[in-house]
Nanobody, 123 residues
Framework: EVQLVESGGGLVQPGGSLRLSCAAS????????MAWVRQAPGKGPEWVSG????????DYADSVTGRFTITRDNAKATVILEMKSLKPEDTAVYYC????????????????RGQGTQVTVSS
């Protein structure tokens, strides 16, 4: 059974930073590209960032480019999202997800995702 468990969310002031973690299990993690997806209140899910299965290729939504960094550790089956210069519009539930592509690269799509972690940016 695929399990994706996110952690690290919380309340932060505008301009602050957070580090989200995702612990993966139940599937061959190093064979999958991974993604972070977010959903703000009253809105649909939005792809945020993706990383190839070997970690060599990363991609970001325009809204977070230059502020967020995605990394992975295949030995520990974890995916990290470092978030800096946070804005109120970054407020959302953040989900770790698998990328359905079989190319090993990043597709900007997702399929299975975890339960999410709440990020709130407010003064």
């Amino acid at each position: 059974e695929v399990q994706l468990v996110e952690s690290g969310g919380g309340l932060v002031q505008p301009g602050g930073s957070l580090r989200l973690s995702c612990a993966a299990s139940g599937f061959p993690f190093s064979s999958y590209s991974m993604a972070w997806v977010r959903q703000a209140p009253g809105k649909g899910p939005e792809w945020v960032s993706g990383i190839s299965r070997d970690g060599g290729t990363t991609d970001y939504a325009d809204s977070v480019t230059g502020r967020f960094t995605i990394t992975r550790d295949n030995a520990k089956a974890t995916v990290i999202l470092e978030m800096k210069s946070l804005k109120p519009e970054d407020t959302a539930v953040y989900y770790c997800a698998t990328d359905p592509t079989r190319s090993g690269l990043v597709s900007r799509r997702w399929d299975r995702r975890g339960q999410g972690t709440q990020v709130t940016v407010s003064s």
